[in-house]
């Protein structure tokens, strides 16, 4: 059984950093490019950060690239979000996906929540 | 990058109606695209995948049709279960994007 399971949110004061992390298994989590998700309260799905099977390509959208950084360990079938320069507009539910290329992301953890607030 | 339209963003149908969404893509995508259904409180789910292919599991009321840059999402006979949020995303480039959302309500 395929099971993504988030950890690593919580509150925070604005400028500060948290780690999020995403434990994979139930797969052959090296086949699979990972993503990050996120979504506001009572807001859409904003899609975050995408990283391929090896590591070596990484993809972040406008509103974190610089700030955000998306790794992955194939020996521990993790993904991270290293999560920096937190702002209020940060606050969101932090979902680990799994890719299905050009296709779906078939698989959603249960999400962790990052509060941005003083 | 490419931008998704969703419409409506709300509509309101009773048991056993035909619900159609739809989804525009600010340029040609292909079939790249994915429908999900979003419970409150509970994670995304996968519907249809590759613009018209089931997802395993899920009933046969629910199916998508188009291409490149025009998509629907329908639901042939709405059940009380279906009452939920749908999004539509494009997986064709990067960045990847999701549609704003259609809010579904039974009468």
Redesign the interface.
Known sequence: EVQLVESGGGLVNPGGSLRLSCAASGFTFSSHTM?W?RQAPGK????VS?IGASGLHI????SVRGRFTMSRDNAKNSVYLQINSLRAEDTAIY?CTRD???????Y????TLVTVSS | DIQLTQSPSFLSASVGDRVTITCRASQGISSHLAWYQQKPGQAPKVLIYSAFSLQSGVPSRFSGSGSGTEFILTISSLQPEDSATYYCQQLNSYPLSFGGGTKVEIK
């Open positions: 993503n998700v859409g799905l904003e899609w995408s993809f972040y959208a406008d979902y299905q290329p050009f296709s779906s992301f078939d959603w953890g249960q999400g």
